[in-house]
């Protein structure tokens, strides 16, 4: 039973179609599952989260440690210390500190298959630009600038993937707004989500197909 593999259009860097090509459908072809997207997502986002808000309680703030006055006889409500939450001054209770974690353990698996069902994701949607290559006479910012302008997503949101080879070329679009790069072996879920276009070169399928190519099953077997 040989599947119809999906197929995308490639261009230059002009914005005119050069040919069409087969893809893995291990990799760009996968069923979408947001349950597991979202999981993945919400992990690796809490992943990079950093508390910063914090309060101090009552062990941390200054003040004696002397009782302020005696337990009893004063006819005053009884206090122990003057670094009480009920107190002036006093630490807070409950409030935000920076010892909250948010980070989740998700699997190797899980990780690899959400950023398939993602690309596959952006291929069914047409968010994903694959280019011929990048051949630009200058790695001057107007050129990148110049091959959104003819594909239409100038001031889209769009995660630039390069190749090892390619990755000098990112001098090319980093000050341009809403661009992210990212080498393609470290391309995640949070890019393709955050993001709603994918620019990439052949050279960049290749690379990513060959990234997940043990999910290949014929080739496992």
Known sequence: ???SMPKVTVKNVAGNDVKDIELKDFV?????????????????????RQA??????????TGSGAKPWRQ????????????????????????PNKHQNWSKDTNQKMRQKAVMIALSEKLRSGKMIVLDELNYPERKTRFF??????LGVTGKSLVFCLTGAERTLAIMSRNIPKVENTPTEMLNVVQLL???YLILTEA??????????????PSAQ
Do not use: C, M
């Open 1 to 3: 039973t040989n599947k």
């Open 28 to 48: 760009f072809a996968v069923p979408s599952n947001d349950t597991l997207l979202h999981q993945v997502y919400v992990a690796q986002t809490g992943n990079s």
């Open 52 to 61: 910063i808000a914090h309060t101090k309680d009552r062990s941390e703030r």
């Open 72 to 95: 009893k006889g004063t006819g005053r409500a009884r206090a122990g210390t003057v670094r009480s939450p009920l107190w002036r001054k006093g630490g807070i209770t409950f409030g």
């Open 145 to 150: 600038a110049a091959t959104l302008d003819t």
């Open 194 to 196: 955050d993001r709603e």
């Open 204 to 217: 960049g399928i290749k690379n990513l197909e060959g990234r997940f190519a043990k999910w290949d099953k």
